[in-house]
């Protein structure tokens, strides 16, 4: 069945909501990470919990976790503090909040300084952003900030079909005239790329596609491409599954872009790993594979495949 992408229509299939406290991240974590200097770094992540992002993408669940009231004044920094004094040292934080960190209903801008003054031991800071909410706000925060600053945005995919149809609102116009922007303000660009995104179900024409994005996001200054492997679990997703207009990625695919991707030699690539044995076919040799990504993740360079000999 064709139905158009709305927002209407992305929200008419969600599950309830999780009820959130304001002034608690919903998750942090520590883990380490290659930066752009090649060094292998130490890395707090705080997801934080703030007003749902105003677009309503077709893959997105990251609503859950959000609140549906824009978020008070003073909550963000406490949230900051909150996970802060819970967490490790590290030399980077990412602030991740589930949209738009330029989105004031969502991080109000009167907290910039008291976030920025939270995070004066880091080094470099990384949020992620949607591209078309870019304005002066944003080196105004960065000169706050005593570290370097990254913006991480979702590119998602660059096919003229599936752009249009994933209800993000961008263009490849858009997503350049941001990513310039950025890097012509000494900012970082980090970009999100889907490996098999709703509405491209063939596995090569995916692999193919992710690569192009990523050659794209690279060729608009992006310093490193995160690859997500598209998952169901928000409703619309699953409605898009039963009508085959969405497949999940194998592992393989996911495999031949990763060592394709690392081998354009174009800058840092990531893949995300969460939930990944939703992706495998093979029990007998999942965890070899996925240490390899892990692996790869870490060194950024590709190293000997795992034949899956079952
Ligand atoms: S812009 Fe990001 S957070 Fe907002 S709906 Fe799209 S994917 Fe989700
Ligand atoms: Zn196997």
């Known amino acids: 069945m064709e139905f158009n992408i709305t927002n209407k229509a992305v929200q008419e299939f969600r599950p309830s909501k999780e009820v959130m406290d304001p002034l608690q991240p919903y998750l942090w974590l520590h883990e380490e990470e290659v930066q752009a200097d090649g060094k292998l770094k130490k890395v707090n992540t705080i997801f934080l919990t703030n007003r749902e992002c105003p677009f309503k993408c077709v893959m997105c669940d990251l609503w859950r976790h959000t609140l549906d009231e824009p978020t008070p004044m003073g909550a963000i920094p406490a949230q900051i503090k909150f996970a802060l004094d819970r967490l490790p040292k ?43 909410l870019i304005g002066e706000f944003i080196p105004e925060f ?4 005593d570290g370097s600053f990254e913006v991480a ?20 116009e858009n997503y350049r005239k941001a990513s310039e922007y950025l890097v012509s303000n000494g900012i970082d660009v980090r970009a999100f790329i889907l490996l098999n995104p709703p509405f491209l179900t063939d596995e090569r024409e995916n692999i193919e596609w992710c690569l192009k994005t990523v050659e794209f996001a690279f060729d608009c200054g992006a310093s490193a491409c995160s690859i997500i492997p598209t998952r169901d679990g928000n409703g619309i997703m699953e409605k898009l599954r039963e009508d085959g207009e969405y497949v999940p990625p194998t592992l393989s695919a996911l495999v031949e872009v ?20 939703k992706f495998s076919d093979c029990d007998e040799c999942f965890e070899a594979r996925k240490q390899r990504l892990q692996q790869m993740n870490i060194e950024q360079k590709v190293i000997k495949n795992i034949e899956c000999k079952c």
């Open 90 to 132: 590290a030399d980077v934080v990412k602030l991740y909040n589930s949209g738009n960190f330029f989105d004031g209903k969502a991080i109000p801008r009167y907290d910039y300084k008291s976030i920025a003054g939270l995070l004066s031991d880091y080094e470099h800071v990384i949020v992620e952003n949607h591209p078309k």
């Open 142 to 145: 960065r000169d706050l900030l």
């Open 153 to 172: 945005m979702g590119l998602e995919s660059v096919h003229p079909v599936v752009m249009p149809k994933l209800n993000k609102q961008i263009t490849r």
């Open 258 to 277: 990763f060592d394709r991707a690392l081998s354009l030699k174009k800058g840092r690539v990531f893949v995300d790993l969460w939930d990944l044995e």
